[in-house]
Structures are given as C-alpha cells and as structure tokens.
Nanobody, 113 residues
Framework: QVQLVESGGGLVQPGGSLRLSCAAS????????MGWYRQAPGKQRELVAH??????VYADSVKGRFTISRDNAKNTMYLQMNSLKPEDTAVYYC????????WGQGTQVTVSS
C-alpha cells in the first residue's frame, strides 16, 4: 500500500524556520520527480518545489528561502523552510511531480506573530 506521511509543521513567527518531512512507503521515491505542494485557505493547491535526480526547481515565491532534498536510503523527502512569511501559511503536502499518488493528510504550517 502506497502511503505518504507529512510531518514537521507547526506555528512559527515570521522570520522563523521549519523542516518538513515526507516519509514514503510502498513506493521508491528515488525513481520519480517529487514535489512539495501547499494549499492555503480558499486557494488552489500549488507546487512550491520539486526535486529530480538532476536538480531542484522552486516557485518564485519561495526561491532562496526553501530547500528541498531527499534521502533515498530513508525513502524520505524534506523541505527546509527559512525566513518564513505569513503568506507561507498553508497545509503542505508531498507527492510526485506530476502528482500521481494518493494525497496524504498534509501538515499545517502557520506563520503568525
């Protein structure tokens, strides 16, 4: 059974940092382009970063602040988020890029003072 489990979210002040994790089971993520997505209230889900075996790509809104990485041995992907802004508040999800797996429950990130 394929499962993606996101974790690491929370409440953080503007300028703070969080590290999100995406633990995969039932699928070897090293074979696929993988991405982090987010969905803010009232907005569509958007891709913020993705990683392939040749590199990484970021949305302009997070470039220079977020870093995507993966540990193939642990079958886990990460998103290091620095200099967080209130507009980063959203539920964050991981999936392939393009998304082809069932969505996990996501992890809530709230940036607020």
């Amino acid at each position: 059974q394929v499962q993606l489990v996101e974790s690491g979210g929370g409440l953080v002040q503007p300028g703070g940092s969080l590290r999100l994790s995406c633990a995969a089971s039932g699928v070897d993520i090293s074979f696929y382009a993988m991405g982090w997505y987010r969905q803010a209230p009232g907005k569509q889900r958007e891709l913020v970063a993705h990683v392939t075996n040749v590199g990484t790509v970021y949305a302009d809104s997070v470039k220079g602040r977020f870093t995507i990485s993966r540990d193939n041995a642990k079958n886990t992907m990460y998103l290091q988020m620095n200099s967080l802004k209130p507009e980063d508040t959203a539920v964050y999800y991981c999936n392939g890029n393009p998304s082809f797996l069932d969505w996990g429950q996501g992890t809530q990130v709230t940036v607020s003072s």
